[in-house]
């Protein structure tokens, strides 16, 4: 058990514009200091899966009192969302060897002290489960599709229902839920390979890639919603936003999940087009509701949502595609990759199998 | 009453940009057709007072299905909210000699048919209020002010509320009744006489010219709200919504009523600065509802509004500021100045007492 060490990865420098490799450093092996992880309440994990997110983008620049989570610092290793094993602990009701789910770091063993410690969540292996899930349709991806989806856009049976980056981690939940609910549901993503997957795979009733409609993504939504979108789940923003006000449905209503084509704009840039919002004058002729929202405010409704997840997960219902890449030094660019579009689905690391 | 002769506002043309004095004609008086006016529930009124309105702005441009009621149609008589006199009536419970408001033309005498005809109400004399508040404080502006404010607001008292546009038709009664539901308000409006009224007529506890902040709109706020926002009410769009969303606290409420700094842009016009929406992520990170809403909408409230406001009235407790222009000729040049912040409270056109 002595000697254990571990690399880890750091934010270099805060994020303007797009995140690159230069950003990020994978620092070499050094000693996990394991005085720290003796004390009261502290427990020491190992990795065995590391999630990308595109809520960590806004979190890489400098504070702005912009995001709801605190930046990263500079220098500090990366943390996030994550599946690990117990090496230590002085936690009651958690022994070494037990699979846990929560905010880690990124990096081979990780530290985790009060009260972030009492926070993590231990994983049912009676659920028989793929241990990465507990980062994407069990974890916080999931349970925002949960929350947004049913909660946020109040849909009922029949309504038409939009989402954008309709693969990814969250997408591609919220149209499962949309179809099980008995609603008409189109996705929107970034290639031929993802569109394929939304019909073949999570059963939308329809999908277009977004680059291939000539920019007219008014007339794209036009064509699959000829009577309007009851319901919008918003991942992307900009002229995506602009063009479904214009298809919204009177008293339709929009979930504000994500913008990210407004995350990787660096500050002062105009990117007018990005930007337009003189679409929201269909807010009021419409009388749309758009209203943002974030998981941890409903965390009281998770028990619910996985005892209603997990049966149709069993049942082949629900499935759940993710995007896998192997070990720590892959990490930056799995991250890299998500604003870009790379993934295809939801984007995971595997750092290392349990004992 | 035979050869009654009626002087009409015409559209001459869709309007791009800003309204001017030749997009409208007024043509010089002609024949009231007594026998339409004849026709089965059809009545024929004097009007006494034309409403000027912001809505109306979005109904001169081409029809682009963006907005909620029909476009004007170049050649036709201007319409909108009026108070008239009944000088013939098929249609029962509407005698000569009644008063009404409702849906009527820009002219002097109007036939107005079913349905519209049906749609009018009578005016309660018993109410000892002047005839031209029912196109304000009892019309559309009140309801909306009303509905806008107590409904999709959801507003408590303690709470803090920022309204643009402030001293207008709509605005002056939102800091009016948020104050009297115990909140803390604020209003912005475009001259130091503007601001004056807010404080010292209408009672806001504080009020600032946008014109005169340097640019610097969310420090505007953020001087007025250090807590941040609970309540917006949004008259206006651009960049105070841009810099209110920077202020609103988590949870915060915006009603979308309207965005008047949008109206008058023309096609395609990229004014970025108005435009920019970046800050929409903060409706994630604030979990913040924006919500549009219409009048019509909610119609079954009015009696409610009604009963609610009419004491306020007469106890001097809600106050009502218009500015009347007198005559038909008068009535262009009154709604184009609307779009200017020339107005000093709601805009009114007196063109004749009742008999």
Same mark, same amino acid.
């Given at each position: ?26 620092? =070499? ?28 983008? &806004?979190?890489?620049?400098? &504070? ?9 610092? &500079?220098?500090?290793?990366?943390? #996030?969302?994550?599946?690990?094993? +117990? ?15 929560? !905010?880690? %770091?990124?990096?081979?063993?990780? +530290? ?36 947004? @989806? ?12 939009? +989402?954008?980056?309709?693969? $990814?981690?969250? $997408?591609?939940?919220? #149209? ?22 939304? /019909? ?10 977004? *680059?291939?409609? #000539?920019?007219?993504?008014? #007339?794209?939504?036009?064509?699959? @919603?000829?009577?309007? /979108?009851? !319901? ?5 923003? %900009? ?20 913008? /990210? ?24 002729? *419409? ?28 049942? $082949? ?18 991250? /890299?990759?998500? @604003?870009? %579009?790379?993934?295809? $689905? ?7 199998? =349990?004992?």
């Amino acid at each position: 058990m002595a000697e254990l060490k571990s690399r880890r990865v750091i934010l270099k420098d805060y994020v303007e514009g797009y995140p690159t490799e230069d950003h990020m450093e994978l620092l =070499p092996a050094a000693d996990v200091d394991e005085a720290a992880a003796a004390e009261e309440g502290s427990v020491l994990v190992k990795n065995l899966c590391l999630s990308c997110d595109p809520y960590m983008r &806004p979190k890489m620049a400098r &504070p702005q009192e912009q995001w709801y989570t605190e930046a990263y610092v &500079p220098g500090t290793t990366i943390t #996030g969302f994550g599946v690990a094993q +117990v090496v230590r602990s002085s936690l009651p009701g958690l022994a070494a060897g037990d699979l846990v789910s929560g !905010v880690t %770091g990124w990096e081979d063993y990780s +530290v985790i002290k009060p009260p972030f410690a009492g926070q993590l969540t231990k994983i049912r292996p009676e659920d028989g489960l793929p241990l990465s899930y507990y980062t994407g349709v069990l974890g916080m991806p999931g349970f925002t599709a949960y929350v947004g @989806f049913h909660r946020i856009c109040a849909p009922k049976a029949g309504e038409t229902v939009f +989402v954008s980056a309709a693969s $990814g981690a969250v $997408g591609q939940l919220v #149209g499962q839920f949309a179809r099980l609910m008995g609603c008409y549901v189109v996705g929107s993503a970034g290639s031929k390979e993802k569109v394929d997957l939304l /019909i073949n795979k999570f059963g939308f009733h329809d999908a277009f890639n977004y *680059k291939e409609e #000539g920019g007219d993504l008014a #007339g794209a939504l036009k064509k699959r @919603f000829p009577d309007g /979108i009851d !319901v919008y789940f918003e991942n992307v923003g %900009g002229k995506m936003l602009e063009a479904v006000l214009a298809n919204m449905k009177v008293h339709g209503r929009i979930a504000v999940c994500g913008l /990210i084509s407004q995350y990787n704009l660096a500050a002062g840039e105009k990117g007018a087009e990005e930007l337009r919002a003189r679409n929201l004058v269909y807010l009021i002729s *419409k009388r749309i509701r758009m209203q943002g929202f974030v998981e941890p405010d409903h965390k009281h409704l998770y028990p619910e949502y996985r005892a209603w997840v997990v049966p149709h997960i069993k049942d $082949g219902k629900v499935v759940y595609v993710e995007d896998v890449v192997e070990g720590l030094d892959a990490a930056p660019g799995a991250l /890299i990759g998500l @604003f870009h %579009g790379r993934n295809v $689905g939801k984007q995971v690391v595997r750092l290392a199998n =349990p004992q």
